[in-house]
């Protein structure tokens, strides 16, 4: 037992200095080099996407020289660097630092873009969630705080060349919080919780009026009013409907799940 337990001491130790020395080769490598040429190679290391090296690279001319155009850029180019490894985590750990660091940066929109990259795509399949209408299993609190970070770019910065796609992405991720609040209707609906399918259609009406989830929300109001017995409710639910959607299916049949052509949705 007392062999098994020295190899592996002996295993992580040498791995420990495999580590160290590794850190300590690029420190001796670069003992010399200016933050120019510091920052030049970790840029290369970057755009060959070899992550790890630009990471390791940045930290050493943010010790080095840790005032100065550079080691801001460093910083940026670090969280940058983590959110192109997937390591989102990381890179917004390294942007709120800089905004805290930084807080009067002429790059500080660009801070606030990457943030908002980065709470965007924390779930790397939302690109085949907004193709196959898939909405229940996104994160709202994500979208939410990705909205908010792109919503403070906008506010903040109107004219920066971040500005019209983070406008782009906002409308994406409105889009996405209301059609959570559908998935969870059109469940409710399913289990015969009428009151509470009301509430999150209601809540679509009120907050998401914009969205393509509207028409399907007054129809599933109008059929819960209809099974808990408000007949004047579901009129004027249904009058609702007919003055903003004249075509709707839903004027033809009560909704059912599943009812909504695809195509409806992609106007």
Known sequence: MKKILLVVTLGLALAGCAST???DKDAQITQSWSVEKLYTEAQDELNSRNYTRAIKLYELLQSRFPTGIYAQQARLDTAYAYYKDEQPAMALAEVERFEKLYPQSQSL?????LKGLILFNEDKSFVNKLAAQDWSDRDPKANREAYAAFAQLVERF????????????????????????MAVARYYM???AYLAAINRSQKIIAQFQNTRFVEEALAIMELSYKRIDRPQLAADTRRVLEQ????????????????M?????WK
């Not at 903003?244 to 009812?259: A, G, T």
């Not at 052509?261 to 949705?265: C, D, E, G, S």
């Open 21 to 23: 020395e590794a850190t």
């Open 244 to 259: 903003n959607f004249p075509q709707s299916p839903y004027l033809q049949q009560d909704w059912k799940p599943d009812m």
């Open 158 to 181: 109107p004219q920066s060349r971040y500005a019209d796609d983070a406008r782009e992405r906002m409308a994406k991720l409105v889009d996405a919080l209301a059609g959570n609040e």
């Open 261 to 265: 052509p695809w195509w409806r949705y």
């Open 190 to 192: 399913n289990r015969g």
């Open 109 to 113: 929109d660009y801070a606030l873009y």
